[in-house]
Structures are given as structure tokens and as C-alpha cells.
């Protein structure tokens, strides 16, 4: 796309994206982006499946991250401050532009470097924030208060943190945010989900976790109870890698999950949006057989730009 299609292109998108959001008052989730933390395609990968990211930049896919948006209060939130922070902001810009939308708070689940290496262009480098909230878990919150170069943020007030408690709900105008811990890797911090309700309809996020047997939460159960459960898609199944030990990456299989929600009536189905892609996930690819048969079965491929209202 040419410079001056790509300027008109934006003012188009901001122009007629305000038009539509004043259309309604109802908050929504924005979906900014959608892989394991390295993108895709990820670096060092030459293979095929990569190949044609490296070649075509339209197919290049950012971490996995949402947006809350609330046009009555005029607040949008971001969950995970992923290293595509750059354009996923510009993303959520176009959506809701600053002007008239503050960031009112940026949600992290864990310290891995797709959750929240995108802190640091908030630092004086880059966007030189001010006292942006930042809301995170205690382990999670002393990780970035204890190292480097995250707590230069704290210092000099880029961030502000804000501390969560497990299951405890902070509320905003209209929409509660409640974390919960899940079992994962979790090296440097515990890991949560979120839940997210708003005055209609609620959501759980879950990017990250172990194998469903290790959760003391019933998987069926919990997606009966929301209207949308964006859940850990890493992986499709035990043969993506070839010659690596999978359970030391012990992610949920697509596969898995929906064995798992098999009994799930078709309007149960229809809540379910896998996020997370590794680069190895046929999913990744929306003609895939394996993209094809997942929506065949009544359940929804995350992908950027996706909104569900709250």
C-alpha cells in the first residue's frame, strides 16, 4: 500500500471508527492480536510455514492481546503488554482513539517475555508514560519492582503499579476485572486469567496455562458459565514438534480441548475462542484443514480486529 492510501486509510479508520463506537455506549472486546509470545513468524524460523511471513508482511501475526473498551466511561484497557506493543497501541488507537479514550489500565498474567516486555516503551526511551496503571498479581508485582530495567519504570514513574488479589474484582464504571490463579510455568510470577464482565455479558481470558487436569476448574463448566472464553491454543496437537519434548511445554492441544467440550451444546461451542498461537499452529492459518474443521465444530479461530460485546 502506497504512503498516502495508507494516511488516508487511517483517517478513514479513525473517522468512521469514532462514528461507530459513539453508536453505542456498551463496552466490548477488541481482539490486538493473537500468537505466542515470539509472533509470527518467529524469529530464527526459516521453514516453510515461516517463510511466507518473512516474505509477506500482511501475514505477520503480534502476542497475544485484548482491549476492553468502554464508550460510556471513555476507558479502554489492555490485557498483556506484549513486545508488538508499538502496533497493537496504533491498533487500539484507530479503535479508540486517544482523544477520546483514555488507557486506563494495562492487566498482566505472568512474567513471560510475550505478557510483559512491551513495558518497557512506556519507558523515558520510548513513550516516557506517565504514571500509566499498571495491574498485576504480588509475585508479579515484585519481579518488576526487584529487576531491571523494569523497575527504572517505577522509578521514574512511567508506571504505576497497581496491586490485584486472587479473585478479588476491581471495577470500572461498568466493567469488573477479576483475576484467578492457574497453574503454569511460573518461574518469576503466578500466572492468572481474567475474568471480564460487563453490564450484559461476561468473558474469561486465559492465554496461558497447563493441562486442564492439572486446574482444579472444570473446563466445560466454566465455558457454560461465560458468553466467551478466549482460552490457550499453543499448540494443535502432540505432533507439532517434531523431536521436543511436549510436556516440557505442557500447553492444553487444541485437540484436547475439544475432546473436552465435546458435549457441548452448539451454542456453548459458539463461546469458545482459541488465542495463542504458536508459530507451529495450523491454525495461524485460516484455510487450514485443521482451522476449517475447528469452526466445523462450532468453535471460533481468534484473529485480530474480532470484537465481542460486553
Known amino acids: 500500500m502506497k504512503p498516502l492510501v495508507r494516511i488516508i486509510a487511517a483517517f478513514i479508520s479513525i473517522v468512521f471508527g469514532s462514528v461507530a463506537i459513539a453508536q453505542t455506549d456498551e463496552p466490548y472486546i477488541y481482539i490486538l492480536g493473537v500468537t ?8 530464527g524460523c526459516y521453514a516453510e510455514h515461516c517463510l511466507a511471513g518473512w516474505i509477506d508482511p500482511s501475514l505477520r501475526r503480534g502476542a497475544t492481546s485484548i482491549a476492553v473498551i468502554n464508550p460510556d466511561s471513555g476507558e479502554k484497557f489492555l490485557f498483556e503488554a506484549t513486545p508488538n506493543l508499538p502496533p497493537q497501541l496504533y491498533a487500539l488507537d484507530l479503535e479508540a482513539p486517544n482523544e ?38 504480588p509475585r508479579m508485582r515484585g519481579f518488576l519492582e526487584n ?35 492457574v497453574p503454569h510455568r511460573d518461574e518469576f510470577s503466578e500466572t492468572v486469567g481474567y475474568e471480564i464482565s460487563g453490564p450484559n455479558k461476561k ?48 500447553h492444553p492441544f487444541v485437540s484436547e480441548s475439544m475432546r473436552a467440550l465435546s458435549d457441548l451444546s452448539n451454542e456453548d461451542r ?30 471460533n479461530v481468534a484473529a485480530e480486529g474480532v470484537r465481542l460485546p460486553l
Open 203 to 250: 468473558a474469561v481470558f486465559i492465554p496461558d496455562i497447563n493441562k486442564w487436569s492439572e486446574w482444579d476448574t472444570d473446563l466445560a463448566e466454566l465455558v457454560r458459565s461465560v458468553d466467551y472464553a478466549l482460552i490457550d491454543a499453543t499448540f494443535y496437537d502432540d505432533f507439532e514438534l517434531p523431536g521436543r519434548d511436549m510436556s516440557q511445554v505442557p
Open 36 to 43: 505466542q509470545d515470539a509472533g509470527y513468524p518467529q524469529i
Open 270 to 299: 459458539a463461546k469458545v475462542w482459541f488465542i495463542h498461537f504458536n508459530h507451529t499452529n495450523p491454525l495461524l492459518n485460516a484455510e487450514s484443514d485443521e482451522s476449517k474443521f475447528v469452526r466445523s465444530q462450532g468453535f
Open 100 to 137: 477520546h479514550f483514555q488507557l486506563a489500565g494495562v492487566f498482566l498474567t505472568h512474567a513471560h517475555i510475550g505478557h510483559y516486555a512491551g513495558l518497557m516503551f512506556f519507558g523515558h526511551e520510548a513513550m516516557s508514560a506517565s504514571n500509566q496503571p499498571v495491574y498485576a498479581m
Open 147 to 181: 529487576n531491571g530495567p523494569w523497575s527504572q519504570l517505577i522509578e521514574f514513574e512511567n508506571i504505576r503499579l497497581e496491586t490485584l488479589q486472587n479473585t478479588q474484582a476491581e471495577s470500572f464504571s461498568g466493567v469488573d476485572v477479576t483475576p484467578f490463579l
